[in-house]
Protein backbone atom coordinates (compact mmCIF):
# COMPACT_ATOMS: atom_id res chain seq x y z
CA UNK A 1 0.00 0.00 0.00
CA UNK A 2 2.77 2.33 0.88
CA UNK A 3 4.28 1.73 -2.73
CA UNK A 4 1.09 2.36 -4.58
CA UNK A 5 0.67 5.74 -2.12
CA UNK A 6 4.05 7.00 -3.19
CA UNK A 7 3.84 6.26 -6.90
CA UNK A 8 0.19 8.02 -6.81
CA UNK A 9 2.42 11.13 -5.22
CA UNK A 10 5.24 10.76 -7.74
CA UNK A 11 2.42 10.79 -10.35
CA UNK A 12 0.47 14.19 -9.39
CA UNK A 13 4.02 16.02 -8.60
CA UNK A 14 4.68 15.72 -12.58
CA UNK A 15 1.19 16.47 -13.29
CA UNK A 16 1.18 18.54 -16.85
CA UNK A 17 4.67 17.42 -18.07
CA UNK A 18 4.81 15.60 -21.17
CA UNK A 19 6.94 12.21 -21.44
CA UNK A 20 9.14 10.93 -24.06
CA UNK A 21 8.75 8.00 -25.26
CA UNK A 22 10.97 5.26 -26.86
CA UNK A 23 9.86 2.57 -29.71
CA UNK A 24 9.14 -0.46 -27.88
CA UNK A 25 7.53 -3.10 -30.37
CA UNK A 26 6.93 -3.04 -34.22
CA UNK A 27 3.60 -2.20 -35.64
CA UNK A 28 2.31 -2.23 -38.99
CA UNK A 29 1.32 0.68 -40.55
CA UNK A 30 -0.83 2.84 -37.85
CA UNK A 31 -2.69 4.71 -40.21
CA UNK A 32 -4.14 1.45 -41.38
CA UNK A 33 -5.31 0.07 -37.87
CA UNK A 34 -8.78 0.62 -35.88
CA UNK A 35 -8.34 2.97 -33.21
CA UNK A 36 -10.42 3.10 -30.00
CA UNK A 37 -10.26 5.60 -26.93
CA UNK A 38 -13.13 6.99 -24.42
CA UNK A 39 -16.18 5.44 -23.48
CA UNK A 40 -17.41 2.70 -25.52
CA UNK A 41 -21.08 1.66 -24.80
CA UNK A 42 -23.14 -1.22 -25.94
CA UNK A 43 -21.73 -3.88 -27.11
CA UNK A 44 -18.01 -3.68 -28.85
CA UNK A 45 -16.01 -6.43 -30.37
CA UNK A 46 -12.45 -6.48 -31.04
CA UNK A 47 -10.54 -8.83 -33.80
CA UNK A 48 -7.44 -9.21 -35.70
CA UNK A 49 -5.09 -5.93 -35.00
CA UNK A 50 -6.35 -2.75 -33.70
CA UNK A 51 -4.82 0.19 -31.50
CA UNK A 52 -5.97 1.65 -28.25
CA UNK A 53 -4.62 5.41 -28.65
CA UNK A 54 -5.89 7.02 -25.83
CA UNK A 55 -7.76 5.50 -22.38
CA UNK A 56 -11.14 3.36 -22.90
CA UNK A 57 -13.97 2.69 -20.36
CA UNK A 58 -16.44 0.10 -20.74
CA UNK A 59 -19.01 1.92 -18.67
CA UNK A 60 -21.74 -0.47 -16.07
CA UNK A 61 -24.41 -2.05 -18.41
CA UNK A 62 -21.72 -2.32 -21.56
CA UNK A 63 -19.62 -5.30 -22.67
CA UNK A 64 -16.10 -5.56 -24.79
CA UNK A 65 -15.43 -9.04 -25.91
CA UNK A 66 -11.99 -9.41 -27.47
CA UNK A 67 -11.86 -12.58 -29.95
CA UNK A 68 -9.11 -15.45 -29.67
CA UNK A 69 -6.27 -14.12 -31.98
CA UNK A 70 -6.74 -10.39 -31.72
CA UNK A 71 -3.54 -8.22 -31.04
CA UNK A 72 -3.74 -5.13 -29.32
CA UNK A 73 -1.15 -1.91 -29.75
CA UNK A 74 -1.17 0.47 -26.69
CA UNK A 75 -0.36 3.85 -27.20
CA UNK A 76 1.31 5.75 -24.16
CA UNK A 77 -0.15 8.18 -22.70
CA UNK A 78 1.43 11.62 -24.27
CA UNK A 79 1.32 13.85 -20.51
CA UNK A 80 0.42 12.73 -16.85
CA UNK A 81 -3.07 14.58 -15.94
CA UNK A 82 -5.77 11.96 -15.05
CA UNK A 83 -9.19 12.67 -15.78
CA UNK A 84 -11.65 12.24 -13.28
CA UNK A 85 -13.42 9.08 -14.97
CA UNK A 86 -10.05 6.34 -14.52
CA UNK A 87 -7.68 5.71 -12.27
CA UNK A 88 -3.86 6.67 -14.09
CA UNK A 89 -2.08 8.55 -15.40
CA UNK A 90 -1.15 6.01 -17.49
CA UNK A 91 -3.27 4.67 -20.57
CA UNK A 92 -5.46 2.14 -19.15
CA UNK A 93 -8.35 -0.27 -19.96
CA UNK A 94 -10.73 0.37 -17.38
CA UNK A 95 -14.23 -2.13 -17.14
CA UNK A 96 -17.02 -0.99 -15.15
CA UNK A 97 -19.05 -3.36 -17.21
CA UNK A 98 -18.66 -6.80 -18.51
CA UNK A 99 -15.42 -7.98 -19.86
CA UNK A 100 -14.95 -11.34 -21.95
CA UNK A 101 -11.34 -12.21 -23.15
CA UNK A 102 -11.11 -15.92 -24.75
CA UNK A 103 -7.65 -15.98 -26.38
CA UNK A 104 -5.98 -19.41 -26.25
CA UNK A 105 -2.30 -21.15 -25.90
CA UNK A 106 -3.01 -21.30 -30.31
CA UNK A 107 -4.27 -18.08 -30.66
CA UNK A 108 -3.95 -15.71 -27.60
CA UNK A 109 -5.04 -12.33 -27.11
CA UNK A 110 -1.78 -10.12 -26.90
CA UNK A 111 -1.48 -6.47 -25.21
CA UNK A 112 1.92 -4.90 -26.21
CA UNK A 113 2.67 -1.14 -25.96
CA UNK A 114 4.18 0.06 -29.00
CA UNK A 115 6.09 3.09 -26.85
CA UNK A 116 7.10 3.73 -23.60
CA UNK A 117 8.48 6.58 -21.89
CA UNK A 118 12.01 6.91 -21.28
CA UNK A 119 13.33 6.16 -17.54
CA UNK A 120 10.89 2.96 -17.48
CA UNK A 121 9.93 -0.32 -18.81
CA UNK A 122 6.19 0.35 -18.57
CA UNK A 123 4.09 1.27 -21.23
CA UNK A 124 0.64 1.45 -19.93
CA UNK A 125 -1.44 1.05 -16.91
CA UNK A 126 -3.09 -2.02 -17.44
CA UNK A 127 -6.35 -3.22 -17.13
CA UNK A 128 -8.60 -2.22 -14.74
CA UNK A 129 -11.94 -3.60 -13.33
CA UNK A 130 -13.92 -1.54 -11.41
CA UNK A 131 -16.70 -3.23 -10.13
CA UNK A 132 -16.97 -5.32 -13.32
CA UNK A 133 -19.35 -8.14 -13.70
CA UNK A 134 -19.32 -11.55 -15.04
CA UNK A 135 -15.56 -10.68 -16.74
CA UNK A 136 -13.15 -13.31 -18.32
CA UNK A 137 -9.73 -12.90 -18.66
CA UNK A 138 -8.44 -15.87 -20.56
CA UNK A 139 -5.51 -17.40 -22.74
CA UNK A 140 -3.70 -13.62 -22.69
CA UNK A 141 -0.08 -12.27 -23.27
CA UNK A 142 -0.08 -9.19 -21.63
CA UNK A 143 3.23 -6.94 -21.78
CA UNK A 144 4.95 -4.32 -20.23
CA UNK A 145 2.02 -2.84 -17.80
CA UNK A 146 2.21 -0.65 -14.75
CA UNK A 147 0.20 -3.62 -13.02
CA UNK A 148 -1.82 -6.28 -15.43
CA UNK A 149 -4.85 -6.46 -13.75
CA UNK A 150 -6.04 -4.81 -11.59
CA UNK A 151 -9.87 -5.76 -9.56
CA UNK A 152 -11.53 -3.27 -7.33
CA UNK A 153 -14.94 -4.77 -6.11
CA UNK A 154 -14.56 -7.71 -9.01
CA UNK A 155 -14.09 -11.34 -9.12
CA UNK A 156 -13.25 -12.28 -13.19
CA UNK A 157 -11.83 -15.60 -14.13
CA UNK A 158 -8.11 -14.89 -14.93
CA UNK A 159 -6.69 -18.45 -16.61
CA UNK A 160 -4.03 -19.27 -18.86
CA UNK A 161 -2.39 -15.92 -19.25
CA UNK A 162 1.21 -14.92 -19.45
CA UNK A 163 2.00 -11.50 -18.06
CA UNK A 164 5.46 -10.39 -18.70
CA UNK A 165 7.14 -7.37 -17.77
CA UNK A 166 4.80 -5.82 -15.60
CA UNK A 167 5.44 -4.16 -12.48
CA UNK A 168 2.73 -5.44 -10.86
CA UNK A 169 1.40 -8.76 -12.15
CA UNK A 170 -2.24 -9.03 -10.37
CA UNK A 171 -3.78 -6.82 -7.82
CA UNK A 172 -7.22 -7.91 -5.80
CA UNK A 173 -8.42 -5.57 -3.63
CA UNK A 174 -11.88 -3.81 -1.35
CA UNK A 175 -13.59 -7.84 -1.48
CA UNK A 176 -12.60 -8.69 -5.33
CA UNK A 177 -13.17 -12.47 -5.42
CA UNK A 178 -11.33 -13.41 -8.57
CA UNK A 179 -10.29 -17.00 -9.46
CA UNK A 180 -6.72 -16.77 -10.28
CA UNK A 181 -5.73 -20.26 -12.33
CA UNK A 182 -2.85 -21.41 -14.37
CA UNK A 183 -1.53 -17.85 -15.29
CA UNK A 184 2.54 -17.34 -15.60
CA UNK A 185 3.45 -14.06 -13.88
CA UNK A 186 7.17 -13.86 -14.91
CA UNK A 187 9.84 -10.57 -14.60
CA UNK A 188 8.32 -7.76 -12.51
CA UNK A 189 8.55 -5.98 -9.26
CA UNK A 190 5.41 -8.45 -7.97
CA UNK A 191 3.81 -11.36 -8.89
CA UNK A 192 0.13 -11.63 -6.84
CA UNK A 193 -1.36 -8.95 -4.71
CA UNK A 194 -4.24 -9.81 -2.08
CA UNK A 195 -5.30 -6.28 -0.43
CA UNK A 196 -7.83 -5.00 1.39
CA UNK A 197 -10.52 -7.83 2.61
CA UNK A 198 -9.97 -9.32 -0.84
CA UNK A 199 -10.46 -13.39 -1.00
CA UNK A 200 -8.82 -15.13 -4.23
CA UNK A 201 -7.87 -18.58 -5.46
CA UNK A 202 -4.74 -18.98 -6.67
CA UNK A 203 -4.46 -22.15 -8.31
CA UNK A 204 -1.78 -23.80 -10.35
CA UNK A 205 -0.11 -20.28 -10.92
CA UNK A 206 3.77 -20.28 -11.78
CA UNK A 207 5.30 -16.87 -10.41
CA UNK A 208 9.32 -16.44 -11.21
CA UNK A 209 11.58 -13.58 -11.46
CA UNK A 210 9.65 -11.35 -9.37
CA UNK A 211 11.99 -8.60 -7.90
CA UNK A 212 10.52 -8.66 -4.62
CA UNK A 213 7.11 -10.37 -3.99
CA UNK A 214 5.70 -13.33 -5.54
CA UNK A 215 2.43 -13.45 -3.59
CA UNK A 216 1.61 -10.48 -1.35
CA UNK A 217 -0.77 -11.34 1.43
CA UNK A 218 -2.25 -8.48 3.88
CA UNK A 219 -3.66 -8.86 7.10
CA UNK A 220 -6.81 -8.44 6.30
CA UNK A 221 -7.36 -10.88 3.40
CA UNK A 222 -8.12 -14.36 3.05
CA UNK A 223 -6.89 -15.99 -0.17
CA UNK A 224 -7.40 -19.68 -1.26
CA UNK A 225 -4.16 -20.87 -2.17
CA UNK A 226 -3.15 -24.47 -3.76
CA UNK A 227 -0.35 -26.17 -5.92
CA UNK A 228 1.60 -22.80 -6.93
CA UNK A 229 4.79 -22.53 -8.35
CA UNK A 230 6.88 -20.10 -6.69
CA UNK A 231 10.37 -19.62 -7.98
CA UNK A 232 13.46 -17.45 -8.35
CA UNK A 233 11.56 -14.10 -6.22
CA UNK A 234 13.34 -12.42 -3.94
CA UNK A 235 10.29 -13.48 -1.65
CA UNK A 236 8.20 -16.23 -1.99
CA UNK A 237 5.55 -15.09 -0.24
CA UNK A 238 4.57 -12.51 2.05
CA UNK A 239 2.10 -12.92 4.62
CA UNK A 240 0.22 -10.46 6.68
CA UNK A 241 -2.22 -13.16 8.67
CA UNK A 242 -0.82 -16.94 10.96
CA UNK A 243 -4.44 -17.96 9.29
CA UNK A 244 -3.25 -18.34 5.72
CA UNK A 245 -2.39 -22.03 4.81
CA UNK A 246 -0.60 -22.68 1.60
CA UNK A 247 -1.01 -26.23 0.87
CA UNK A 248 1.63 -28.13 -1.95
CA UNK A 249 3.23 -25.30 -2.86
CA UNK A 250 6.53 -25.41 -4.83
CA UNK A 251 8.95 -23.11 -3.76
CA UNK A 252 12.25 -22.95 -6.07
CA UNK A 253 15.80 -20.74 -5.38
CA UNK A 254 13.84 -17.78 -4.13
CA UNK A 255 16.39 -15.69 -1.71
CA UNK A 256 13.53 -16.28 1.09
CA UNK A 257 10.90 -18.75 0.68
CA UNK A 258 8.03 -17.27 3.37
CA UNK A 259 8.57 -14.01 5.24
CA UNK A 260 6.31 -12.62 7.72
CA UNK A 261 4.88 -9.38 8.76
CA UNK A 262 6.28 -7.30 11.74
CA UNK A 263 3.39 -7.51 13.28
CA UNK A 264 3.30 -11.57 13.72
CA UNK A 265 5.85 -12.49 16.63
CA UNK A 266 4.51 -16.12 16.61
CA UNK A 267 4.85 -18.90 14.46
CA UNK A 268 2.82 -19.57 11.23
CA UNK A 269 1.14 -22.87 11.91
CA UNK A 270 0.36 -24.01 8.03
CA UNK A 271 -0.63 -26.58 5.98
CA UNK A 272 1.85 -28.39 3.28
Known amino acids: MLRLLAILLFIISLAGCTPRLRPFADVPDMQTLPRYSGTLTGITEWRDELLIDGDVRIPTGSQLIIHPGTRIYIRAAQGTKIDPEFLSSATELLIQGELRISGSM ?3 VVFTPFEVPD ?3 YG ?3 IELLGATRSQIVGTELRNAE ?3 L ?4 SPLIKDNHLSGCRYGIIAQLGSAPVIRDNLIESGEGGIFCWRSSAPVLAGNRITGQQEEGIHIDADSMPTLHANIISNNDIGIYLGSR ?3 YPHIQFNANRVDVHLSRALTDAVTVDR
Do not use: F, K, M, R
Not at 151 to 154: E, G, L, P, Q
Open 243 to 245: NVP
Open 119 to 121: GTD
Open 147 to 149: TGI
Open 106 to 108: AQP
Open 124 to 126: WAG
Open 151 to 154: CVNS
